[in-house]
Structures are given as C-alpha cells and as structure tokens.
C-alpha cells in the first residue's frame, strides 16, 4: 500500500462513514488537533528523562489515536468494530490516578505559575495548552458529534498534562515562577 492515495488531492478528505468532507471542516479539525497532541507527546516523550512519564505519555498517545478516530466517524460505527478505539470511564479514572499520584509528590499550588523550567517541563507546558485547542475544536462540534467520555476524557488530560509539567520541573529542581 502506498503512502499516498491521491485522494486529497483536491482538498477533501474521508471520515470513517465513507463521507467526503472539506479539510477546513470543523470535525476534520477537531481529529487534528488531537492528532497534534499525540504527535507533541511523542517529542516529549523523546526528551523526557522521567521513565515512568514515558510510559503514561505512551498510553495517553494510544488513546488520543482512539479518540482521533471516534472524532472521525460521524455515524459512530467504529464503536461496535474497533475495541482499541474505545475511551471510556476506567480510561478517565487512569487519568485522576496519576493525577493524584503526582500531585502527592508536590508543593501545593499557591498562585497561578508560568510555562517554562526543565525542557520536559516546558514540553508539557505547551502539550496542555495544545490539550486545551484540541478542547475547543470538540466542543466546537457540538456535544452529539461525540460520545461525552471523550470530551471528559480530553478535559481531564489537560490537568495531567498541567501536573506532568510540575512534576517533571519539581524532578529536575527547576523552579515554578509565580505570576
């Protein structure tokens, strides 16, 4: 199978349902910026020097494709095909686990903190605020475009990722700057 299929040539491209759509479309935008997001997680991961960082990051990439793929089936058939495209409830606990794993780890937060510190702190900094666009765009669509554990579960990813990000400084004695 080649890499290119000349399809999307004409700037159209296909959900699962067979439905040819504009690139620009909104639905097509909302799966790109999760895909964006999975991409970043996958430089973070190369830079991270936190192992057990690179394992969550590799599971959240796993799961951003699931939902990519939800995103892109506007007739929800991929649901009763595809278990690995399944994001639900235990999918978001997982999140709050590590949540309050890390967390517990941490000074509590006092004040608002800037971006920045270890370069896999920063990266994080930048994966939540990618996080949150990918937010937007699903939002966007309207709550019956998706199932809602979707939506749970990319809300939810952005305070990990909001977590990783001090978590991965507090490891690497980069201090939180105060705004």
């Known amino acids: 199978m080649k890499i290119y299929t000349r399809t999307g040539d004409s700037g159209e491209t296909?959900?699962?349902?067979?439905?040819?759509?504009?690139?620009?479309?909104p639905r097509v935008a909302a799966y790109g910026d999760v895909?964006?997001?999975?991409a970043y997680l996958g430089a973070v991961r190369a830079?991270?020097?936190?192992?057990?960082?690179?394992?969550?990051l590799e599971q959240i990439q796993r799961d951003l494709f699931a939902i990519g793929a939800?995103?892109?089936?506007?007739a929800h058939r991929i649901a009763s095909r595809v278990r690995k495209?399944?994001?639900g409830s235990e999918d978001i606990a997982r999140l709050e686990g590590w949540i309050d794993s890390l967390e517990a780890d941490l000074p509590s937060l006092r004040r608002f903190i800037l971006a920045g510190g270890s370069q896999s702190g920063a990266a994080l900094h930048v994966a939540r605020a990618i996080c949150r666009r990918a937010e937007r765009a699903m939002v966007g669509l309207g709550s019956d475009?998706?199932?809602p554990e979707l939506l749970t579960y990319v809300n939810r990813l952005s305070d990990l990722l909001f977590?990783?990000?001090?978590?991965a400084n507090h490891r690497a004695g980069a201090p939180e700057l105060e705004w």
């Open 14 to 25: 296909g959900l699962f349902d067979g439905t040819r759509v504009a690139k620009s479309n």
């Open 35 to 38: 895909d964006e997001l999975g």
């Open 47 to 56: 830079v991270s020097p936190e192992e057990d960082l690179r394992a969550m």
């Open 70 to 74: 939800r995103l892109a089936d506007p």
């Open 85 to 87: 495209a399944a994001v």
């Open 145 to 147: 475009a998706y199932e």
């Open 163 to 167: 977590v990783m990000a001090r978590s």
